[in-house]
C-alpha cells in the first residue's frame, strides 16, 4: 500500500497490494531487467551462436536463434522486458533482420548508463548525450558504406547469405541456394515506379512449408503454390497454357435470406424444381465455358452438380480458396477476381504456363505455375522435421527483410561491412566525438561507444575466442589506413578482411538498429517511479513468481 503524509495524516494513494518503485530503485531494476533481457539472447548472435528451445504451455517445441521470435515466444511480464520485446519486433517489421543485435546494444547502453548514474550523472544528460551519440553513429554508418544497384544480383546474394549464415539452415552451398532464391524472388516482385522510386510488398513472397525430403530440396516456384485438391475426381489433373478464373462467388444455388416455403404436391413438381436447380447450375457453368476459362479458383463453394458439369467440360476447378491466396494469384496471373459471372469475360481470365495438382509430403496441392510475369511467387520450404521448416521459414524471412531493405527506395541501395567492422568504426568515431564533445555528456557518448562493441565481442565470446585479445587487435587494425574492412573472421577464429570474405550487412539495417537501441534504453531511463496494482503475488514492478527465463 503506497501513501504519503500530509500534515501528519495518513493519505492513502494506491489500493491494498500495490507496490512502488521510485527514483534509484526503479532506475537499478529496470537496467538489470534490460540487462538479463539481452543476456538471455546475446549466445544467439552470429554463424556461430547457440539455439534456443522453448517449450509452450501446451508442449510446443520451438527452436531457433531468431531474436524476436525467442523474445515473444518468452512470455516475458515486466514492463520493461516486454519494451525490449518490442523493439525486437519493431526492427523485424521494418528491415527484417538484427533482431538479437538491437536488443545486445540496448542493453550494453542500459548497462553503461547505470554506472553512470551509479557516479551521479543525472538520466537527462545521459539521455541527451545518447542521442547526440545515435546522431552521430548514424553519420558515421552512412560515411562507411557503398553504394550497390538492383542489377547487382551477387552483392545482393552476398547480404542475403549473411542473414541466412546465423541460422541453422544447412551447409553453406545450401545457403547460397537460398540466397539466390530469395533476390530472384523479390526482383519477382518488386514494383517500380516511374520516378524511379521501388517497393516491395513481403506478402507476395509466399513460403509455403511441408515436412519430408531436405532443406536443399526447397524451391522458387514461378507463381503459386496452394494448399487445396481438385474439388473433383473426374476434372483433369493438369492444365497447360491456363486460363484462370478468379471467383468470388459460389457455384450453388443461394438460399433466400427471408424463410420461403415452396408446397410441391406431386412428384412431376419436384421433379421440375431440381430440373431448375440443375438449369441454372448449368448456366454458370455455360458462362464460364463461354468466358474461355479452363481453371476456375474461388474463395467460396462449389455444387456437386456444378462440379459435375466442370468436369465435363474439361475444367480443373478448387474450391475455398483463402482470401490471401487469391490475391496471390491474381497478381501472378493477371487475372481479375469478378463477383458475378454475368461480369466475367475473357479480360478477366489470367494466364499460367502450367496448372497441375502435386502429391507433396501425402498431400495434395495445386501449383500455378510459369506465369507470364508474376507479381507474386511462392518458396517451397521442404525439411526433416517441423522445428526445420519453420527455423528456415524465419531465415528466409530474415534474408527477404536484408535484401528488401536494401532495394527498396531509390535506384542505389548501400550496405556496410559486416561481423563487427562497422560496430568498431562506431565505436573508435565516438570515443573522439565525446572528447571533442565534452562536459558530462561525453560520458554517456563514450559509453555508447562501448556499446556498440558489444555485438564484435559477442560475436567473439560466441566463437570461444579470447574477447580482450580479439578486440584489442581489431580496433588496432581499424586505426591503420588499410584495416577499416577487418571485422571477426568465425571461419579462421581471428581477425579478417571482410570485405574480401563478402561479409556485408544493408545500412537500412545498421541505421534501425542503432536508432531503436538509442530510443528503448532512453525511453528506459526516464522512467523513475513504477507503480505495480496487480497485487503481491507478482512482486515488484509485475515480474512473474520465479522471475523471467534467462534472467537469474
Known amino acids: ?5 500530509l500534515g501528519g495524516q495518513q493519505v492513502l494513494l494506491l489500493p491494498e497490494g500495490s507496490t512502488r518503485l521510485l527514483g534509484r530503485d526503479a532506475q537499478r531494476t529496470n537496467i538489470a531487467v534490460g540487462v538479463a533481457v539481452a543476456n538471455a539472447i546475446r549466445t544467439t548472435l552470429g554463424p556461430k551462436g547457440m539455439d534456443k528451445m522453448l517449450v509452450s504451455d501446451l508442449g510446443d517445441i520451438v527452436i531457433t536463434n531468431d531474436g524476436a521470435t525467442i523474445l515473444s515466444e518468452m512470455n516475458v511480464e515486466h514492463p520493461v522486458a516486454k519494451i525490449l520485446v518490442d523493439v525486437a519486433k519493431t526492427q523485424d517489421k521494418q528491415v527484417g533482420d538484427g533482431t538479437t543485435s538491437v536488443v545486445i546494444i540496448a542493453g550494453g547502453l542500459l548497462k553503461g548508463a547505470g554506472s553512470l548514474i551509479d557516479q551521479d550523472i543525472h538520466p537527462s544528460l545521459i539521455i541527451r548525450g545518447y542521442k547526440m551519440a545515435a546522431q552521430r553513429a548514424m553519420q558515421i554508418a552512412r560515411d562507411r558504406s557503398k553504394s550497390i544497384t538492383i542489377t547487382d544480383d551477387a552483392t545482393l546474394q552476398k547480404i542475403a547469405a549473411v542473414s541466412l549464415g546465423s541460422k541453422n539452415v544447412g551447409d553453406e552451398k545450401t545457403k547460397d541456394t537460398l540466397a539466390k532464391l530469395v533476390v530472384k524472388a523479390i526482383k519477382q516482385v518488386m514494383e517500380k515506379s516511374p520516378d524511379g522510386h521501388i517497393t516491395v510488398d513481403h506478402d507476395f513472397i509466399k513460403i509455403e512449408k511441408k515436412t519430408g525430403g531436405s532443406v536443399d530440396q526447397t524451391e522458387f516456384i514461378n507463381g503459386v503454390l496452394i494448399d487445396k485438391e481438385i474439388a473433383n475426381a473426374g476434372m483433369p489433373k493438369s492444365v497447360n497454357n491456363a486460363k484462370i478464373a478468379l471467383l468470388d462467388l459460389a457455384l450453388e444455388i443461394e438460399k433466400t435470406e427471408i424463410d420461403a416455403k415452396i408446397e410441391i404436391t406431386s412428384p412431376e413438381q419436384m421433379t421440375q424444381f431440381l430440373e431448375q436447380e440443375e438449369r441454372m447450375l448449368k448456366d454458370m457453368v455455360a458462362k464460364i465455358k463461354k468466358a474461355g476459362a479452363t481453371v476456375v479458383m474461388t474463395q467460396k463453394g462449389i455444387d456437386d452438380v456444378a462440379q459435375h458439369y466442370l468436369a465435363k467440360e474439361g475444367i480443373m476447378a478448387a474450391r475455398r480458396v483463402k482470401k490471401s491466396d487469391m490475391e496471390k494469384l491474381s497478381r501472378a496471373t493477371g487475372g481479375n477476381i469478378v463477383t458475378s459471372l454475368d461480369d466475367l469475360g475473357s479480360k478477366d481470365l489470367g494466364f499460367a504456363g502450367l496448372v497441375e495438382e502435386r502429391k507433396i509430403s501425402d498431400e495434395q496441392m495445386i501449383s500455378i505455375e510459369k506465369c507470364k510475369s508474376p507479381k507474386s511467387v511462392t518458396i517451397l520450404v521442404r525439411g526433416g522435421t517441423q522445428q526445420i521448416i519453420d527455423e528456415e521459414e524465419r531465415a528466409l524471412n530474415d534474408a527477404i527483410g536484408a535484401v528488401r531493405s536494401v532495394v527498396a527506395g531509390g535506384k542505389d541501395g548501400r550496405y556496410v561491412i559486416g561481423a563487427g567492422s562497422i560496430d568498431i568504426d562506431i ?16 560520458f554517456a557518448i563514450q559509453k555508447f561507444a562501448e556499446a556498440m562493441e558489444e555485438r564484435p565481442r559477442t560475436l567473439a565470446e560466441n ?8 578486440l584489442g587487435d581489431l580496433k588496432s587494425a581499424h586505426k591503420k589506413k588499410d584495416g577499416s574492412a577487418y571485422g571477426i573472421d568465425l571461419v579462421n577464429n581471428n581477425i579478417g578482411d571482410m570485405e574480401k570474405q563478402n561479409v556485408i550487412e544493408p545500412l537500412n539495417v545498421e541505421l534501425q538498429i542503432i536508432s531503436s537501441a538509442s530510443e528503448a534504453a532512453s525511453t528506459i531511463l526516464r522512467i523513475d517511479d513504477m507503480i505495480s496494482s496487480r497485487g503481491k503475488s507478482h512482486g515488484g514492478g509485475g515480474m512473474p513468481p520465479g522471475g523471467m527465463p534467462g534472467m537469474e
Open 427 to 442: 565505436a573508435n568515431g565516438l570515443s573522439a566525438y565525446a572528447e571533442e564533445v565534452g562536459g558530462r555528456e561525453q
Open 1 to 5: 500500500m503506497a501513501e504519503n503524509q
Open 463 to 470: 566463437a570461444g575466442m579470447d574477447v580482450l585479445k580479439t
